[in-house]
Structures are given as structure tokens and as C-alpha cells.
């Protein structure tokens, strides 16, 4: 009966975190100003990061949340280091499956199950919790997808 609920538990915050990678790293909308353009106008992040803009978030839009972008300072990370966020848990799953199946095999499956969501459960509370960095995070999804 604890594996059944450290399993629903586990694998429903898996499915939080990977379902919602993509509007936790989705840019907000910008709006720039400088001395030569006084009139307001939307830009992007790269422009925001060239220093030739005053900005400021545009909350009343509603792609502009307040997400990992914010918490991590994405906002002049490359595209591929924020991406690695995501592929991070796939590639980590593609490992997982590779080699953890055998121990399942030799080991028992409910033994590995144990391991696995205990592990799991404690990923997930870091991850939520205490994870604040962007290579932080990024390692801790690959290990909860090589649990998954």
C-alpha cells in the first residue's frame, strides 16, 4: 500500500514538472525604451539583454508569468541552455531505461520500485524546495528521469 502511494505521488509530480517545463521557461513580454525611441515599444529578450534598453515586464500580458525565468535569470541564458531544462528529463529517461532495467531484473522490481520512488520523492522535494540554479535543476531532472 506505500509503494501505491509514493507511486501515485511520484509520477503525478513527474507529469507537473515535464508537462509544465514549457511555460516555466516561456519569455514574458518586454517593453523597451531608450533615449532615442522615448515611445515604448515591445522587444525581446535578446534586446533586453544588449543594454541598450530601458525595460520593464508587461504583466497585463498574458504569455508574461511569473516563472523560472525570473527565479533562475533566464532572461540572457541561451536558447540551448534553456532547452537542456526539458531535454535534460528525456535524456535522462532514455539512460534509465537502459541500464536500470537489468537490476529490476537481478534485484527484484519491487526492491528497485522502493529505491526508485524514495529517491524520487526526494528529487522532487529539492526541486521544489531548494533548487535555485539553473545547472541545479537541470541535473536533478535528468536523475528524475532516469528514475522514471
Not at 45 to 66: I, K, M, P, Q
Not at 104 to 123: A, C, P, Q, V, W
Amino acid at each position: 500500500m506505500l509503494v501505491l502511494v509514493m507511486a501515485t505521488i511520484a509520477f503525478t509530480s513527474e507529469g507537473a514538472f515535464v508537462y509544465s517545463i514549457a511555460y516555466d521557461t516561456m519569455m514574458p513580454d518586454y517593453i523597451c525604451q531608450s533615449a532615442q525611441k522615448p515611445e515604448p515599444f515591445h522587444c525581446s529578450n535578446v534586446e533586453t539583454c544588449s543594454g541598450d534598453y530601458d525595460f520593464y515586464v508587461n504583466w497585463e500580458n498574458r504569455t508574461s508569468l511569473d516563472n523560472w525565468v525570473q527565479d533562475y535569470g533566464l532572461r540572457c541564458t541561451s536558447s540551448m541552455n534553456i532547452g537542456l531544462l526539458g531535454t535534460s528529463f528525456f535524456i535522462g529517461n532514455i539512460v534509465g531505461s537502459m541500464s536500470l532495467a537489468r537490476f529490476g531484473d537481478t534485484h527484484g522490481r519491487m526492491f528497485m520500485m522502493k529505491i526508485g520512488l524514495s529517491l524520487h520523492m526526494f528529487i522532487y522535494f529539492t526541486l521544489v524546495f531548494i533548487s535555485r540554479t539553473l545547472i541545479v535543476t537541470t541535473g536533478l531532472l535528468f536523475i528524475m528521469g532516469i528514475l522514471g
